[in-house]
Nanobody
Framework: QVQLVESGGGSVQAGGSLRLSCAAS????????TGWFRQAPGKSREFVAS????????LYAESVKGRFTISRDNAKNPVYLEMNSLKPEDTGVYYC????????????WGQGTQVTVSS
């Protein structure tokens, strides 16, 4: 099992920045990639960004390209999401997720952290 804990959420004005962190514990050797998802009120959860643990390949949703950066340090843990030029539409609960290398599916989830961007 893998446990994920997010931190770093909060409230900012439009144009501001926040950095989220995702710390993994447990069987971290089974993780192939870590991702960030978000869910706005009344909407479905959507993919934001992901990074592979072996070579650090990054993937982003079109809506956040050029504004958000996902990264990890050399120890691969924690994984960060640097969010710049935030917009009110970025508001939501942000979830960290990890994929097992056997399935490459995001099967482990954190509890989420709230991000609120005011105009």
């Amino acid at each position: 099992q893998v446990q994920l804990v997010e931190s770093g959420g909060g409230s900012v004005q439009a144009g501001g920045s926040l950095r989220l962190s995702c710390a993994a514990s447990g069987r971290t050797s089974s993780i192939s990639r870590t991702g960030w998802f978000r869910q706005a009120p009344g909407k479905s959860r959507e993919f934001v960004a992901s990074i592979t643990w072996n070579v650090g390949n990054e993937l982003y949703a079109e809506s956040v390209k050029g504004r958000f950066t996902i990264s990890r340090d050399n120890a691969k843990n924690p994984v960060y999401l640097e969010m710049n030029s935030l917009k009110p539409e970025d508001t939501g609960v942000y979830y960290c997720a990890a994929a097992d290398y056997r399935t490459n599916a995001f099967g482990f989830w954190g509890q989420g952290t709230q991000v609120t961007v005011s105009s």
